[in-house]
């Protein structure tokens, strides 16, 4: 997979050359170009943003410098990009969507800041690429560097060859639509509380069926709604993945 971010601070994408996402990199399991905005402007201030048509407070990203920027980073290759623009008005980023974008060759992450890019840049984007104008929560960050960073680290652990057990991704939150339950590891008891029974038992369907239930549990009282989204049929599947 190919990831590129275009951004107005490159040094805020330090973090993906490290740990994890570093040694994807090393392994060539993704390549990663990050980009400076700036170096499409053409004047003397190498201006980024101006004034928003129709008032009010903050400053717009300008079209012609983020239009000059996708036509190079995103020029036409073998495989077409996937556009990312983080925002706090884009659709939610779930798991599925990590795992959709996970099959993707390519993906470019647009960071914008101030309020936002001009409106033009999106749609004149989607007329060569797959847009998409993607939220990580309620709550407005001051750029998508941050929400870049978030998405690729969710999408990247996914690759094969990235975790160093596959099964970690089939089985961490939401891969089965409930979140995961507690863990524990050595010592078997610490501060006087005592690793649950099940687990040292050897019992794997005991195991399996008590780590479903607190899953089950957790979901419940922290996110019931997932479990409203859950037909009969994924409940099933969560029970056989267990
Ligand atoms: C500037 O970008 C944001 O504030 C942002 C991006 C993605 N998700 C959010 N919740 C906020």
Redesign the pocket.
């Known amino acids: 997979m190919r990831i590129d971010v275009i951004t107005i601070f490159p040094d805020y994408l330090n973090p993906l050359r490290e740990a994890l996402l570093g040694k994807a990199i090393e392994r060539e399991r993704i390549s990663v170009g990050v980009h400076d905005l700036r170096d499409w402007t053409h004047d003397v201030h190498r201006a980024v943003d101006d004034s928003p048509y129709g008032g009010g407070p903050g400053m717009v990203m300008k079209p012609d410098v983020w239009g000059e920027a996708l036509d190079e980073v995103c020029a036409a290759q073998e495989v077409t990009p996937r556009l990312v623009v ?3 008005a ?1 659709r939610p980023f779930d798991q599925k969507t990590a795992v959709r974008w996970s099959q993707d060759p390519w993906l470019v992450f647009a960071c ?2 101030y309020e ?1 890019i001009d409106q033009r840049v999106i749609d004149d984007a989607a007329t060569r690429m797959p847009v998409e104008e ?11 560097e941050v ?1 870049a960073l978030t998405m690729i680290e969710a999408v990247v652990r996914l690759l094969p060859g990235v975790l160093g057990n596959p099964l970690s991704a089939e089985q961490d939150s939401f891969s089965d639509g409930l979140l995961e339950g507690p863990c524990y590891t050595r010592p078997e008891v610490w501060r006087e509380r005592p690793v649950p029974d099940v687990l040292r038992s050897g019992n794997h369907a005991a195991i399996a069926r008590w780590r479903r239930d607190q899953a089950l549990e957790r979901t419940y009282h922290r996110r019931p709604e997932l479990l409203s989204a859950l037909s009969e049929g994924d409940l099933d599947k969560a029970d056989r993945k267990q």
């Open positions: 983080p925002a706090p884009g914008g800041r936002g993607v939220s990580i929560g309620d709550y407005v960050l001051v750029g998508g929400a």
